[in-house]
């Protein structure tokens, strides 16, 4: 045999479920390895060649990888491109061998929180905009951010392009005064992710964002340890929380 891995393992690893509802599962005669039905939730099987089905369907193995990036200014959101550096370009030789993207993008300038990962499901998920996964910025805007604007925002503002936004839900952290004017320094959850979004809806009440961070993308918050450029893997319990989350979302 070449790798071993429990069968339950293997099924928690590829989303279907916590180790004690594949139990069950298998408890119901749903789990079959090679053409048969399981008993044992612990079986050892190589994940490479065993062919295992979960209700019927077959459960292809591949070495799932989630990283939190805290993006830093300067570089774009893709995988490729031609002349400028991508988040990819940070990642070490052999976490780049497994092939993870960026979940949605954040402008160039933005930085924070960024998820990449080779589970196209999960990140389709976490995109899709029926799901309405909260996000959640902090942000440097020139101008007087006040109590008006939250109830703009609560109630939706029209975008340069005409499309009014889903309620939001705004915060003002501190206001400064500065030689060239007024400084708010705010917290903006939206639901959705239009491009530019943030920069946009600030511009729909005449302010501008000077600078972005991204803190939270529905249950994953941005670890403050980790230094922009940097990044780690999902902890076991980040990936749970990102697949309940996933699955309250349905
Ligand atoms: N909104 C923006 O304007 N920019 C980002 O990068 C993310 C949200």
Do not use: C, W
């Amino acid at each position: 045999m070449g790798k071993k891995l429990r069968v339950d393992k293997l099924l928690a690893h590829m989303g279907h479920g916590t180790r004690s509802e594949i139990k069950r599962a298998v408890k119901l005669g749903m789990v079959e390895v090679d053409g048969r039905v399981i008993k044992d939730s612990g079986l050892v099987v190589d994940p490479e060649a065993a062919e295992v089905t979960f209700d019927g369907v077959p459960v292809v193995y591949r070495e799932v990888v989630y990283f939190m990036m805290n993006k830093p200014q300067g570089v774009i959101s893709a995988t490729e491109d031609g002349r400028e550096r991508t988040v990819i370009d940070l990642l070490e030789p052999q976490d780049r061998l497994r092939d993870p993207f960026p979940v949605g993008r954040l402008d160039k300038d933005t930085v924070g929180l960024l998820l990449l990962t080779n589970d196209g499901q999960l990140a389709h998920e976490l995109l899709s905009p029926r799901k309405h996964v909260a996000k959640t910025y902090e942000a440097l805007v020139s101008g007087d951010v006040a109590e008006e604007d939250k109830q703009f925002f609560k109630s939706g503002v029209t975008l340069d392009d005409g499309y009014v936004t889903m309620p939001a839900e705004l915060h003002i952290s501190s206001r400064e005064q500065r030689d060239d004017g007024i400084y708010s320094s705010i917290s903006l959850t939206i639901m959705e992710g239009k491009f530019h979004q943030v920069k946009r809806m600030f511009e729909a009440v005449g302010k501008q964002v000077v600078h972005l961070k991204r803190v939270s993308m529905g249950p994953l918050k941005l670890d403050e340890l980790l230094a922009e450029g940097s990044y780690r893997e999902l902890s076991k319990e980040e990936v749970e929380l990102l697949r309940s989350h996933r699955k309250s979302a349905e």
